[in-house]
T-cell receptor
Framework: KAGVTQTPRYLIKTRGQQVTLSCSPISGHRSVSWYQQTPGQGLQFLFE???????NKGNFPGRFSGRQFSNSRSEMNVSTLELGDSALYLCASSPLAGRGSGELFFGEGSRLTVL | TQLLEQSPQFLSIQEGENLTVYCNSSSVFSSLQWYRQEPGEGPVLLVTVVTGGEVKKLKRLTFQFGDARKDSSLHITAAQPGDTGLYLCAVSNSNSGYALNFGKGTSLLVTP
């Protein structure tokens, strides 16, 4: 069974640009969530989608947005990039519709560097 | 303010040693998860604890959930180089869906 696939794995952008990251969940998983990981702040929750609806949102500015398609694939977008947006962006999927005591399956992440 | 405080932040030990890492909070949780993240990879779930005082064993790893469900510990017996990684505890931040709040982790290095 294929795992969570994230593309691209690495990318470099300059300040002010925008970026779109893609995530394909494990087949059959309908919940997709996104996390930002930095050395200083650790893993921080961005948002979660279930059946194309944003179900939960973390404390990030509006420059961070996402969406989920009918096939459960998800994208996140960061506009007007800042140096502090440099991070590993992790996508995770889950087969369950309920509370977060189930297992999250993470992808390998997309490492974004903003110059 | 960090909801989950993990200690120690870094730990470097030799193969065969025992170690314990901690995850503490002032809040009560219905469940708590431990993940391990190896370099270049995403976190992988190790265990979920749900009952106060619960102890779960996974080979050489022993997980305990505090009686008051505010804290947890992970004990590794006879550590091996393959145990090297970042150990993260996490709790759900939502009554529905998946919005996990992670601690900053304990970075463990086990040398031969």
């Amino acid at each position: 069974k294929a795992g969570v696939t994230q593309t691209p794995r690495y990318l470099i952008k300059t300040r002010g640009q925008q970026v779109t990251l893609s995530c394909s969940p494990i087949s059959g998983h309908r919940s997709v969530s996104w996390y930002q990981q930095t050395p200083g702040q650790g893993l921080q929750f961005l948002f979660e989608y279930f059946s194309e609806t944003q179900r939960n949102k973390g404390n990030f500015p509006g420059r961070f947005s996402g969406r989920q398609f009918s096939n459960s694939r998800s994208e996140m977008n960061v506009s007007t990039l800042e140096l502090g947006d440099s991070a590993l962006y992790l996508c995770a999927s889950s087969p369950l519709a309920g509370r977060g005591s189930g297992e999250l399956f993470f992808g390998e992440g997309s490492r974004l560097t903003v110059l | 303010t960090q909801l989950l405080e993990q200690s120690p932040q870094f730990l470097s030990i030799q193969e065969g040693e025992n170690l314990t890492v901690y995850c503490n909070s002032s809040s009560v949780f219905s469940s708590l998860q431990w993940y391990r993240q190896e370099p270049g990879e995403g976190p992988v779930l190790l265990v979920t604890v749900v009952t106060g005082g619960e102890v779960k064993k996974l080979k050489r790893l022993t997980f305990q959930f505090g009686d008051a469900r505010k804290d947890s510990s992970l004990h590794i017996t006879a550590a091996q180089p393959g145990d090297t990684g970042l150990y993260l505890c996490a709790v759900s931040n939502s009554n529905s869906g998946y919005a996990l709040n992670f601690g900053k982790g304990t970075s463990l290095l086990v040398t031969p």
